[in-house]
T-cell receptor, first 114, second 115 residues
Framework: DQQVKQNSPSLSVQEGRISILNCDYTNSMFDYFLWYKKYPAEGPTFLISISSIKDKNEDGRFTVFLNKSAKHLSLHIVPSQPGDSAVYFCAADESSGSARQLTFGSGTQLTVLP | KAGVTQTPRYLIKTRGQQVTLSCSPISGHRSVSWYQQTPGQGLQFLFEYFSETQRNKGNFPGRFSGRQFSNSRSEMNVSTLELGDSALYLC??????????????FGEGSRLTVL
């Protein structure tokens, strides 16, 4: 039973346009969400996070939106650049838990075409 | 500041063998977590250690075990290897300030192939 789902395994976008990556979750105890980017042969690197008390967090070209009622979050990248081509993982955490344990989605491969 | 270091980067084993993977966290980080990544499955949580104590364990069989040393370095062990254990094993460290306390910093992973 996947508690965090990324239903699009891949996405292709033209350079300069907006990339929108989506993520759904089922566990209502999740209250902290993160996005990671992963290049081949490298470990995931942190991109941006959002707490459940917010509905938007922005950092440069990256914006994460959280819709708690729909249990849905999305990552917007504007404008998209070829260097953004990577696998993007959505992850969720429970602040009421006793340990650092992230639940990850299966990832979305983003390809930005020049 | 050095990142999370994992050794070995690549290894090949045969079924029934055991393997030990090592992880050195970022200096000052006391929490070390392990994740398994397989194609199409994302990252699956294995366990988390903090101050030499296992705080949480994922849904993996007892063949998967780990430990953390007083210097925060961690090892994970997989015994009686099966073909399905072939995966990228990722170690991540954090300050350990509790859930939601910031991001995890990942190493580059150890790629295990079981033949």
């Amino acid at each position: 039973d996947q508690q965090v789902k990324q239903n699009s395994p891949s996405l292709s976008v033209q350079e300069g346009r907006i990339s929108i990556l989506n993520c759904d979750y089922t566990n209502s105890m999740f209250d902290y969400f993160l996005w990671y980017k992963k290049y081949p042969a490298e470990g995931p690197t942190f991109l941006i996070s959002i707490s459940s008390i917010k509905d938007k967090n922005e950092d440069g070209r990256f914006t994460v939106f959280l819709n708690k009622s729909a249990k849905h979050l999305s990552l917007h990248i504007v404008p998209s650049q070829p260097g953004d081509s990577a696998v993007y993982f959505c992850a969720a955490d429970e602040s009421s838990g006793s340990a650092r344990q992230l639940t990850f989605g299966s990832g979305t491969q983003l390809t930005v075409l020049p | 500041k050095a990142g999370v270091t994992q050794t070995p980067r690549y290894l090949i084993k045969t079924r029934g063998q055991q393997v030990t993977l090592s992880c050195s966290p970022i200096s000052g980080h006391r929490s070390v977590s392990w994740y398994q990544q397989t194609p199409g499955q994302g990252l699956q949580f294995l366990f988390e250690y903090f101050s030499e104590t296992q705080r949480n364990k994922g849904n993996f069989p007892g063949r998967f075990s780990g430990r953390q040393f007083s210097n925060s370095r961690s090892e994970m062990n997989v015994s009686t290897l099966e073909l399905g254990d072939s995966a990228l094993y990722l170690c991540a460290s954090s300050l350990g300030g509790g859930p939601g306390g910031g991001e995890l910093f990942f190493g580059e992973g150890s790629r295990l192939t079981v033949l």
